[in-house]
């Protein structure tokens, strides 16, 4: 087995994965520059004015050696909401290295997130960052700037037979503090009187630690099944030195499935089942577990078919779902389906050319206002993005 997805993980900033995926994520042998430019665009039903982001990401991705691989991720983005409530600027970046070694079989892999990402942000510019990090909607750049942070991560895959291979991974993300909002508030000190004051303190989201392990079983010489469990805990968030918050410890189950049609078509699928347990948070003088667990199931559904191939690239008809349920206090739910399509073109050997579109609507379930709980509110996501790559 070649742990070729790995590389790909990496560049994205997510969990190293274990299972393979040759057949749709070759390993990068050339220098690789990536951009383009996504829309994106979320109607909610209460609201006046839709959610909506323009991202530009730009990955570079370099083989310094043949076993060692350098990538470089960057994503710039405009979002706004209603009148006045708008957020631009650069993304953090992230500089990541990964080592493979053993034909293959183990790879060490170190990286940086780059401070590069925009910070102090106003009150209203933080309100609309609460919306656009939700997963739900799934923006390019959910957050801008996080703070410095270091992650390093191991990986190894062992051949059981020809059909089988087992995975095991652990990776830990070290973070730093910095200063994410410089919020205003007033309060009245007197009928006449009002003071105005701004915190813009230091805040440190607390460390990650993530444990892996997964197989990749070959059904036939088409067909593939690959299954990842992903084990996550976090340390304590802290504000000006004090500890605030804890997330609950989360279980990620991952399962692939690949076939190969012909020698031009193929089908894949990949479900996500996502579940958090109960947070930690300061409350009063004492800093506890959450009485009732605030985080619901996540489950999301992907599906990628390359209908139609042409020149180094084909038309593929995707469609998904992301059904969230709705948590122990009756409230976060979600449901989303939709689908659509996307391109890519070779126009010469060394750059090409892809384009997707895509539709979802649904629902919010258990929406929390500040006068109670909605029981649904409508909502839809449109999406539109173009890009280039260029091998050099």
């Not at 020809?162 to 910095?178: C, E, N, P, Q």
């Not at 992301?322 to 010469?348: D, I, M």
Request: glycine share 10%; hydrophobic share 40%.
């Amino acid at each position: 087995m070649r742990i070729y997805l790995l590389i790909f993980v990496l560049i994205l900033c997510v969990t190293v994965s274990v299972f393979p995926q040759e057949e749709v994520l070759p390993i990068v042998r050339n220098t690789i520059i990536s951009t383009g430019i996504d829309f994106q665009v979320w109607r909610i039903e209460s609201s006046v004015s839709p959610i909506t982001q323009v991202s530009f990401p730009v990955t570079i991705v370099m083989p310094l050696k043949p076993d060692f691989n350098l990538s470089i991720s960057h994503t710039p983005s405009v979002s706004w909401w209603y009148t006045g409530s708008k957020l631009s600027g650069l993304s953090d970046t992230w500089v990541q290295g990964a080592y493979v070694f053993l034909d293959d079989k183990i790879m060490v892999d170190l990286g940086f997130g780059l401070p590069t990402g925009k910070t102090r942000l106003t009150n209203i510019e933080y309100e609309l960052s609460r919306v656009l990090s939700k997963r739900i909607y799934q923006f390019r750049t959910p957050v801008m700037g996080q703070g410095f942070c270091a992650k390093a991560g191991f990986a190894a895959a062992y051949d059981i037979s020809d059909r089988v291979v087992l995975g095991a991974g652990v990776s830990f993300i070290k973070k730093t503090a910095y200063h994410p909002v410089t919020y205003s508030y007033s309060y009245k000190i007197s009928e006449d009187s009002t003071v105005t004051t701004a915190w813009d303190g230091l805040y440190k989201p607390g460390d990650e630690l993530t444990l892996n392990f997964g197989f990749d079983f070959k059904v036939s010489e088409s067909v593939k099944i690959m299954f990842d469990g992903i084990y996550t805990s976090y340390g304590k968030d802290q504000r000006d030195g004090n500890e605030v918050f804890g997330a609950g410890k989360r279980l990620d189950f991952n399962l692939g499935f690949f076939w190969r049609i012909d020698d031009d078509r193929y089908l894949w699928s990949h479900f996500i089942h996502r579940q958090s347990g109960k947070n930690e948070m300061l409350q009063g003088l004492y800093f506890q577990e959450e009485a009732e667990n605030s985080n619901g199931a996540q489950n999301e559904l992907y599906i990628n078919y390359k209908a139609i191939p042409f020149k180094d690239g084909g038309l593929f008809i995707n469609a998904e779902t992301r059904v969230y349920s709705r948590n122990r206090l009756k409230w976060g739910g979600a449901q989303v389906f939709g689908g659509g399509l996307a391109v890519n073109y070779g126009f010469t050997q060394t750059a090409s050319f892809n384009a997707h579109i895509k539709y979802l609507s649904g629902a919010l379930k258990g929406l929390k206002t500040a006068t109670g709980i909605i029981e649904s509110v409508a909502m839809d996501g449109f999406e539109l993005g173009i890009g280039f790559s260029f091998l050099l």
